[in-house]
């Protein structure tokens, strides 16, 4: 099975490329935004080249507040960026992996949205992610629209500026207050089990769809904090603050956690939180 990685320098990407070299059965085209601009059609002409089976799509604009201020900037990546590589995928025939995200639910469920909930983005960053699923779905046939959250990995985010457990970390390294907010519960998820888990997915060839896929169970982020240096062992003291106390541009759902419910289904089931995080603090040294 040949498949190609958009955005294969990114966080998702590099766990992505990394796992998916170990599958006797995968062969990898790893492309960077240097190779592929999801924005720019005339770019993709390299994969009517290529001719992959699968094309996985983790180009992504992730600045949930910039988007607020520069909403083009995220249409141009998450929508139409997708719907690009909706057009050669079906093109070519090969599968269309969409990464997507929990921001496309207002948060307003109060437990888990399962694959089947009715998408409400209360951000333009959601707005801008559920109009590439919905290109995903209506404009290549062979699909898998694939929804994360929260994610942290080895490579970090460029686009935030590394991830949420190596900044807090760093903060209570230089002895900087940590303030975290205690009022937005959702699945924080290792970019490195996603990868494992799309790898075994993809392997099975189940029905074309949405699926969830992050780490099981849910939190707030101030437990998630408050787990991090647990783990560590280190005695770092937490302000639990509200989100209304930071006065960021963009809304942000007050309980976006997903359940794998198709996953499930089909038997495949991911590590919990916990574990992942576990993992994760067990690959670095701090």
Request: proline share 5%; with cysteine.
């Amino acid at each position: 099975m040949k498949i190609a990685v958009i955005g294969a320098s990114g966080q998702l990407g590099t766990d992505l490329v990394e796992v998916f070299r170990e599958e006797p059965s995968f062969e990898v085209i790893p492309l960077t935004h240097r190779d592929v601009d999801v924005t720019v059609p005339e770019t993709l002409k390299v994969l009517k080249e290529l001719k992959p089976d699968v094309i996985i799509n983790t180009a992504a604009y992730v600045r949930v507040d910039d988007a607020e201020l520069y909403p083009e900037k995220a249409f141009a990546v998450n929508a139409i960026g997708a719907l690009n590589v909706a057009r050669v995928s079906e093109e070519i025939g090969a599968v269309n992996v969409y990464i997507s995200t929990d921001y496309v639910f207002d948060g307003e469920k109060g437990s888990p949205y399962v694959e089947e909930d009715i998408p409400n983005p209360i951000n333009v960053y959601g707005v801008s992610k559920l109009a590439g699923e919905v290109f995903t779905r209506n404009y290549s046939r062979r699909h898998y629209v694939i929804r994360v959250a929260s994610l942290y990995g080895r490579a970090g985010a460029s686009g935030k500026g590394g991830n949420f457990v190596n900044w807090v970390i760093e903060k209570a390294k230089r002895g900087e207050k940590l303030r975290i907010v205690d009022d937005q519960m959702m699945s924080p998820t290792h970019t490195l089990d996603v990868a494992k888990t799309l790898a075994e997915f993809l392997k099975m060839e189940p029905e074309y769809g949405v699926y969830h896929m992050v780490n099981e169970g849910h939190c707030s982020w101030y437990d998630f904090a408050k787990t991090i240096f647990e783990i560590l062992g280190w005695n770092v003291e937490i302000e639990p603050i509200k989100s209304s106390e930071l006065n960021r541009l963009a809304r942000r759902p007050r309980f976006s956690a997903l359940e794998n419910r198709k996953l499930h289904k089909i038997g495949l089931k991911m590590p919990t939180w916990r574990e992942g995080l576990r993992e994760y603090l067990g690959r670095k040294q701090y």
